[in-house]
């Protein structure tokens, strides 16, 4: 089936990192809980329509990090610019952004008392002010892609794992956002769900979506990503292609990080 | 023996009933009643204590009153059961208190009107329940209107209320009040804004730091030393304040415990769509957390339907005053029982509704996210 090109990016950025500006930007950026010093010098840039994906062991800041570029946490120093607008602790620039940025995260959090279809119309009636059949038609549009139209009436409730992750994508794809975020969208998904969230997100990669993922899934990254970046202890230790990261890792804590992980 | 099922081919094995001992209501006695020795010894213990207890009841209550009389030796010779007749005498005053007879048709009007305005409120699959909605906002100055007078009707004071009106009056004020104010002290609380914060929280511990009768004392004495002298202030008027007040600070607890027991991830989602603060407390937190929060505050509800009899501590006359009263008269000398009785039944009647409300609406709330 013909993909239509569900994010704004243009059309000739299917292929990887085909944009040429960045569209986000973390600067030194620095994160402390309390005393704890969480994240540690983070420089990162996103082209449009690149694929990123982080991985690191647990503790090691990666949720942290793609949490403040939508200001789920907040940083204490350096820069966050996301598509031109930096994040600061203005609301409206807050809005803003989180506007353009979709977030997917590991428990779901569908809205249990809204149905389906009410769950991903939430957004553009209320944010975006799109009249409700527009808003309905654009939902069943994306239920369709995440190959889950016949459950659109049914509770959040009454679906498995892999559907309400599903819808949680296609919810956030309604909002229309130039990036979509990732945390750990599969590790609480039973085995046989993960394979058709993952189909998902590389059948959404293909339309040249700009994402960031925190995954596990090391097949993913493979197929999908154009860099793979490794965190540990607050900082990015190594980011590199997925050949070159996979086959000729450069730290030792990568390579250590990786024959624990690919080992079994 | 062996492992496949002896005697049908697989797929074939009839679903047979269970054996008598285990079905049915002979498994029920078996489980509930007579279950180990003690339960057993329990049941009969039960059964005996029923026996002394509901023939005399049914006797009293039911099979020897008395339910037409003029005076209480009347009652007595027709029969030694309850005298109901004697509450059917002061039937009128026990609802209606002092409010002039003529104008009395007001207060039953008010009180149709009420429960057509309940009905948009409380069920959600009934026709026109836009317009319902509307007219149930417009109801409490029909009410007014209809229970004060003025602008055609006759006016009545507020001091010739009384008795199961009053009841109702102050009851059903203080519970729809009470549950926005509520819900807005909750939410403050929760506030970042440090002054908001502060004011939620000391208004909240004052309510519940002080019983409703020292409220009712100050609404009814104290309150005019703070006003500019000359200011007349209705008493039912600051009785109506004060109790919402009081309510309103419980609610705001119940809510509160709601609040806290939604996942922060509801909270995250919520943010990440660019929702703003009101946008999602109204579509997500709110609807979530109320559901919760509904046995809560059905409790507080009731509780404070009940609590409304304590307005006769300062001198207004609800109906457990105006019964008490009533005991006073010579020709229905001794009575006390019957009185209290039926005021019992009046509470009763109306917590007990509430409660079953309650029930249908947590059940039909469930409904949306079974499986």
Known sequence: MGETNISEAPKNAVESSAGDEDLIQLIDMHKWYGDFHVLKNINLNVKRGERIVVCGPSGSGKSTMIRCINRLEEHQKGQIIVD??????????????????????????????????ENCTLGPIWVRQTPKAEADATAMEYLEKVKIPEQALKYPGQLSGGQQQRVAIARSLCMNPRIMLFDEPTSALDPEMIKEVLDTMIQLAETGMTMICVTHEMGFARTVADRVIFMDGGEIIESNEPEEFFGNPQHERTQLFLSQILGH | ?????????????????????????????????????????????????????????????????????????????????????????????????????????????????????????????????????????????????????????????????????????????????????????????????????????????????VPLITLLFVASTMLNYFLPPGTTFDLLLRV????????????????????????????????????????????????????????????????????????????????????????ADAKWNGLSNEVYVSIAIFFFVACFLMSRYSIYLEGKLEKGHKR
């Open chain 1, 84 to 117: 031109g607008i930096e994040l600061t602790n203005d609301l409206k620039q807050i809005d803003a952004i989180r506007r353009e940025v979709g977030m997917v995260f590991q428990h779901f959090n569908l809205f249990p008392h809204l149905t389906v279809l």
């Open chain 2, 240 to 327: 109506l304040i004060m109790v919402t007040l009081f309510a309103s600070g419980y609610i705001a607890e119940v809510v509160r415990g709601g609040l806290q027991a939604i996942p922060s991830g509801q909270y995250e989602a919520a943010n990440s769509m660019g929702l703003k603060y009101w946008q999602s407390m109204r579509l997500i937190i709110l609807p979530q957390a109320l559901k919760i929060s509904i046995p809560g505050i059905v409790n507080t509800f009731i509780g404070l339907f009940k609590d409304t009899t304590l307005v006769l501590i300062i001198g207004l006359l609800d109906v457990l005053g105006i019964g008490r009263s009533s005991l």
């Open chain 2, 1 to 209: 023996m062996s492992e496949v099922t002896q005697n049908y081919v697989p797929g074939t094995h009839p679903d047979l009933p269970a054996p008598v001992g285990q079905r049915g209501l002979v498994l029920w006695l078996r489980t509930n009643l007579f279950s180990s020795w003690i339960n057993t010894i329990m049941t009969f213990i039960g059964i005996y204590l029923l026996y002394l207890m509901i023939p005399p009841m049914l006797n009293w209550a039911v099979l020897d009153a008395v339910v037409n009389a003029s005076s209480r030796a009347e009652c007595r010779e027709i029969g030694l059961g309850a005298c109901w007749a004697f509450i059917g005498n002061r039937i009128n005053i026990l609802t209606y208190g002092f409010y002039p007879d003529e104008e009395q048709w007001r207060v039953n009007l008010a009180f149709v009107l009420l429960l057509v305005a309940l009905v948009p409120i409380l069920f959600d699959k009934i026709p026109f329940r836009k317009q319902g909605m509307i007219y149930s906002c417009v109801y409490p100055f029909i009410a007014m209107w209809l229970l004060l007078g003025g602008y055609g009707l006759t006016p009545v004071g507020t001091d010739e209320f009384g008795g199961m009106m009053l009841n109702t009056v102050v009851g059903v004020t203080g519970i729809v009040f009470s549950l926005p104010i509520g819900i807005l002290l909750a939410l403050g609380r929760q506030s970042h804004l440090p002054i908001v914060k502060t004011i939620s929280v000391c208004f909240i511990e004052f309510i519940r730091g």
